[in-house]
């Protein structure tokens, strides 16, 4: 077995969701690439399932995981450190047989919640918290996005809970705050105001409220541009038949999420639930507006930015008004000159994230398997 020497830097395997698809824990793991943890850790990326694959699929990729984790600690180069990011469900209980595996080896391992539906998953069932329970107790540290997640992590037993909110690099505040232009431009042209909306196409994410809302409304004054990944066809239902124009696009990346988030006049996301979302950080370092349901650590990422609107979670009549508002040209007062792009707190920064996860690392490969 080859194991790190004892002052380079430890040998950490990421397990997640394969980064060749997109999602929100991918795109996580690529900014803190892009911060840095690739140089202050030698990372070694252990792809553990596809994002809409199918079930056999996602057991086969697991299997394969599984695999290559008991080779690693058997043949080497054995890992000194385990992180295994979890969300619910299936993805919970396939971190949870990597985590077998790391007890039998003896390699200590972290575990990172990013559902901000774990407190009703937990709920749900005996099974469910029989196997987080697990999971937790025995990872040498718990990460969690916002102190909210904190109790829960610490009654399922974890020993250690430490916060490290999901960020974007320097690097790409930089990028996005590029982006800014006067929304008005376009509307002075005669055109409708843009609603964009990119995030998973599920009923969490809320993208049934935001038709809903411009359903009730009834105007035509508007352009509501959608991009994701997820159930297409659920989607396009929701928001079939409507009167302003409706465009759905596939996962926003690249050069083509700067074009959107520059047109648009509003990020529109009312989730159900959320962990911390990437999205509104981007929409925040690009100094577009949001319109945002306040849940999860959503009211973290938007502290002190004043072209937000937060909503109760439940609050649909609060939805429909903040569109109409915005419609209007009453919201934001900024409207026609967005406000200056200013820096993001640095909780919410990649490169802080990444400072956090080195001293969190070092910790438990020190603390022993």
């Known amino acids: 077995m080859i194991a790190s020497e004892p002052n380079s830097p430890p040998r950490v395997v990421m397990a997640a969701p394969d980064p060749r698809h997109p999602g929100g824990i991918t795109s996580v793991i690529a900014s803190w690439r892009r911060a840095g943890l690739g140089r202050a850790v030698e990372l070694v990326e ?73 407190e009703p998953w937990l709920a749900a069932s005996r099974l469910n918290r029989a196997a987080a329970r697990s999971l937790f107790a025995h990872a040498a540290t718990a990460i969690v996005l916002g102190e909210r997640w904190v109790a829960p992590a610490r009654a399922l037993g974890a020993p250690r809970v430490e916060v490290v909110p999901n960020g974007i690099s320097e690097s790409e505040r930089r990028t996005l705050a590029g982006v800014m232009r006067s929304a008005a431009e376009h509307r002075e042209a ?70 959107e988030l520059g047109r648009a006049d509003a990020v529109v996301a009312p989730s159900r639930r959320e962990g911390l979302p990437v999205a509104l950080l981007e929409a925040r370092a690009a100094s577009v507006p949001v319109i945002a349901t306040d849940v999860g650590a959503v009211a973290g990422v938007l502290a002190g930015y004043p072209d937000a609107l937060l909503l109760d979670a439940d609050d649909d009549r609060g939805l429909r008004e903040a569109i109409s508002s915005l419609l209007d040209g009453e919201w934001p007062a900024s409207a026609g000159s967005r406000v200056e792009p200013g820096e993001l707190p640095i909780e919410l920064r990649s490169e802080h994230a990444v400072e956090r996860l080195v001293e969190i690392y070092r910790a438990a490969v020190a603390g022993g398997g």
């Open 46 to 118: 252990l792809p553990t399932s596809a994002m809409d694959s199918s079930l056999p699929a996602k057991l086969w990729s697991a299997a394969r995981a599984l695999g290559r984790l008991v080779w690693m600690q058997a043949f080497g180069p054995r890992p000194d450190l385990v992180h295994l990011h979890s969300s619910t469900g299936g993805s919970l209980w396939r971190k949870l047989a990597l985590a077998w595996c790391c007890r039998l080896g003896r390699v200590p391992y972290v575990v990172q919640m990013h559902s901000g539906g774990f």
């Open 190 to 259: 005669g055109d409708p105001a843009l609603l964009l909306f990119y995030g998973r196409w599920a009923p969490v994410k809320g993208a049934d409220r935001l038709a809903g809302a411009l359903r009730e409304l009834g105007r035509d004054d508007y352009e509501v541009r959608l991009f994701g990944n997820g159930d297409r066809r659920w989607l396009e239902e929701q928001f079939r038949g409507l009167p302003g124009a409706v465009s759905i696009g596939g996962w926003l990346g690249g050069e083509r999420k700067l074009a």
